[in-house]
Structures are given as structure tokens and as C-alpha cells.
């Protein structure tokens, strides 16, 4: 046996198979580069299901011809300052999503920062590199993928039908959404308009609602109750859904760390806890839940597409989810039909729990409630 070193491109055709098992993965990544470039405008264009066209353009601050040509290095990243893995306040921090996406596909980017002369593009062709050009366009970056994994026909096979495909793009831009309100987002599908949701205006708890209610739909808003509880410099909010409004699957279940969504077992166990008295055990409640706590307290270097995280203290972040959500249930108990009294479920109240704020669009507690959970 010889040992060699692998070719470059070999390299990232590999850290591909992690960073991009399918064409929603690359929605991902395009788009959360987007949002670290200060993007207030997103626009999304997809064929087929993603496999033949995954088109991102956005408003951010863009790259100069350098930039892009390091961009697309592997490990190459403007995002991780001091090299300091503990204190990720962006939702890149690795530099292998674009190297990954043009090992395994053919990629254009053009990128223009605000106030250049000009613009420039560059393309990556199954690992290959064309130097950068010129190239027309207003500021802010383009990226195009094209036939995503015809460079590793084995990945190609795994593909799901169009329609599946479509969905998890549809899932994971809804998921980004709802954590960037102020952003506009817009997905168009083999030319066909699925999502346009306006930048939202006001303040944080306002511009969460309207961006809440226009993605999930008036029925969840209207059967949830603000969430707002902190603890330790870790503060919860968000929407619980009433005990009332369960699903058969977790899928009404979102989580947000830091503004990044994750699967997370941690929580979605927590959330479980909350709602065990209120529910069958085969029912799942619907939250949407933001946790923002210090980045030193969270590891989100801990899986390949960043969907799970590590928290330092994971008894406090355990109890400040059951409690806050038990207070913010707690609240509406006589709304619910639950058999849970809710001097019960007073004595259940998260210590340190804050009173619930307003501007959800979500029902009214009662002002007896109110005064309860202010006492
Ligand atoms: N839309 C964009 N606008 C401006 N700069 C961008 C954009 N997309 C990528 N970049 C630049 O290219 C670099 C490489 O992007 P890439 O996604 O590969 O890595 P990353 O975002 O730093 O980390 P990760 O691999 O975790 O996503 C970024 O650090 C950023 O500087
Ligand atoms: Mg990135």
C-alpha cells in the first residue's frame, strides 16, 4: 500500500458528500452566506427540484475579484475572527460550503460590493476554476448551481422525486425565514412563485410576528401564546402552541439557536417535557421557539451541516424551556381544554420568567392571568 495525498479536487468532492447531501443543503448554504453579507433583499430561483438549477442572488456587501477568487478556496473564510471557534456569531465559520458546491457541480459567482466600479465573476466546474471576468451586475452577489452532483452521479441516485427535493427547499427557506424578518426573501420554483415574504418593518417582537404569521399560517398565531422567559444572560422567546393545537408529527416544531435553525435533541426532548401533562404521548405540540444566549455557551462546530449544536450548560437551557413554556401555558389554562387546573400549573412557573410580551398577534391572557405572573 502507498499512502498518497489526495488530489484537491478529490478533497472537496469528499467534504461535499457531508456539507451537500441534497439540493436543499445548498439552498442552505447559498442562502445563510447571503444573510451574513447583510443582505436586506433575497431572491431564490430553482429548477426541477434543485438538480438543474439553484440560482441565489442577494444584496449583501459582495466580493472584490480577490475575494471571490478566495471564496472559493477550501478553509477560507472572512467570518471566523481570531480563529476563535467559541465565539461564532455568523451562521458560516468553516470556508468549505463553496469549494464543497463547485467540487461537485458547475457554479458561476458574480459579486459586485457596493460602490465598486465594476463586477466579477468566477466559475467552478466539477472542482475546476476559471479565472475571474468581468461581469455586469447591480451589488450584492449571484450565485448559480448547475446539475448539482453531475460530478458524483452515486449522489445523483439518492436524489428524491422533484417534488420532494422542492419541498426541503421550501422547509429550509421558510426555517431561515422565520429567524431573519427583516430580511425579504422570495422562492420561485420552475417558474413559479412559492414563497414572497416582504422585508418586515418595527422592532424585533413585531417584525417575528408578521413574519410568524405569514409563514405559519393565521391558525397557529391565533391558537399560540408568546413565550418569554430568561435565565443566566439566556433569554427564550417565541410562540407556544395551545395544548389544544397538537399535530401527529413534530413538523410544527421550530428551533432557533442564535438565529440558526437546529434539530436538536436537547430541545426538542425539553419542548416534550413541557407539553407531557397537556398531551397524549403520540400528539406533538407546534412552538417556534428562538434561543439567544452568549456564543461561548453554545458549540455549533459539532455536526457537518450545523444542524445540531452543544450547549455548555444544557441542564439550564433543559429548564429554562420547560419553565418558560409551562409559565406561558400556565397563562392561557383557561383557554386550554386541559384537565390541568391551573393553580397547578402555577406552581410550575419557570423561576426568573418574565411576563409575556405583546405584539405576537397572539391571544390576549386574561388580566387576572397578568397580574398572576407579575406578583
Ligand atoms: N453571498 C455572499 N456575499 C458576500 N460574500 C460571500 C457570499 N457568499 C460567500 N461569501 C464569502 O465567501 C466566503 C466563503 O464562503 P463559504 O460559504 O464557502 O464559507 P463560510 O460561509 O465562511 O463558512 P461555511 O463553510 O461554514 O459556510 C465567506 O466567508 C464570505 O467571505
Ligand atoms: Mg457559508
Known amino acids: 500500500m502507498t499512502i498518497r495525498r489526495l488530489p484537491e479536487a478529490t478533497v472537496n468532492r469528499i467534504a461535499a458528500g457531508e456539507v451537500v447531501e441534497r439540493p436543499a443543503n445548498v439552498v442552505k448554504e447559498l442562502t445563510e452566506n447571503a444573510i451574513d453579507a447583510g443582505a436586506r433583499q433575497i431572491d431564490i430561483t430553482i429548477a426541477e427540484g434543485g438538480r438543474a438549477l439553484i440560482l441565489v442572488s442577494d444584496d449583501g456587501k459582495g466580493m472584490s475579484r480577490d475575494e471571490l477568487s478566495l471564496a472559493i478556496e477550501r478553509h477560507a473564510t472572512s467570518k471566523l475572527a481570531d480563529e476563535d471557534l467559541f465565539n461564532?456569531?455568523?451562521?458560516?465559520?468553516?470556508?468549505?460550503?463553496?469549494?464543497?458546491?463547485?467540487?461537485?457541480?458547475?457554479?458561476?459567482?458574480?459579486?459586485?460590493?457596493?460602490?465598486?466600479?465594476?463586477?466579477?465573476?468566477?466559475?467552478?466546474?466539477?472542482?475546476?476554476?476559471?479565472?475571474p471576468a468581468p461581469a455586469a451586475l447591480g451589488k450584492g452577489t449571484r450565485i448559480e448551481v448547475r446539475d448539482l452532483f453531475y460530478a458524483t452521479p452515486a449522489r445523483l441516485k439518492f436524489l428524491k422525486s422533484e417534488r420532494a427535493e422542492q419541498m426541503a427547499i421550501n422547509e429550509t427557506v421558510k426555517r431561515l425565514a422565520m429567524a431573519h424578518p427583516e430580511i425579504g426573501l422570495s422562492l420561485s420554483h420552475n417558474g413559479r412563485r412559492n414563497l414572497d415574504l416582504p422585508a418586515e418593518q418595527g422592532e424585533l417582537f413585531t417584525a417575528r410576528a408578521a413574519r410568524l404569521a405569514a409563514i405559519m399560517g393565521r391558525e397557529f398565531t391565533d391558537n399560540s401564546t408568546p413565550v418569554n422567559a430568561s435565565r443566566d444572560g439566556i433569554a427564550l422567546d417565541g410562540l407556544a402552541g395551545l395544548p389544544t393545537y397538537h399535530r401527529g408529527t413534530a413538523q410544527m416544531q421550530f428551533l432557533f439557536v442564535n438565529g440558526r435553525p437546529v434539530r436538536d435533541k436537547l430541545l426538542t426532548g425539553a419542548v416534550r417535557g413541557a407539553y407531557q401533562d397537556f398531551l397524549a404521548r403520540d400528539r406533538h405540540p407546534a412552538v417556534v421557539l428562538f434561543l439567544t444566549l452568549p456564543p461561548a455557551e453554545v458549540d455549533v462546530n459539532v455536526h457537518p451541516a450545523k444542524a445540531e449544536v452543544r450547549f455548555r450548560d444544557p441542564g439550564t437551557i433543559r429548564g429554562l424551556i420547560v419553565g418558560g413554556l409551562r409559565h406561558a401555558l400556565a397563562e392561557t389554562g383557561h383557554r386550554a381544554s386541559t384537565t390541568i387546573a391551573s393553580a397547578a400549573l402555577g406552581a410550575m412557573r419557570a423561576p426568573g420568567g418574565l411576563p409575556p410580551q405583546r405584539g405576537y398577534g397572539a391571544p390576549v391572557t386574561s388580566a387576572a392571568a397578568r397580574a398572576a405572573a407579575q406578583a
Open 88 to 131: 461564532i456569531t455568523t451562521l458560516g465559520f468553516r470556508g468549505e460550503a463553496l469549494p464543497s458546491i463547485g467540487a461537485v457541480a458547475r457554479m458561476r459567482i458574480a459579486s459586485r460590493p457596493p460602490g465598486a466600479a465594476e463586477g466579477w465573476e468566477i466559475a467552478v466546474t466539477g472542482g475546476t476554476v476559471t479565472p
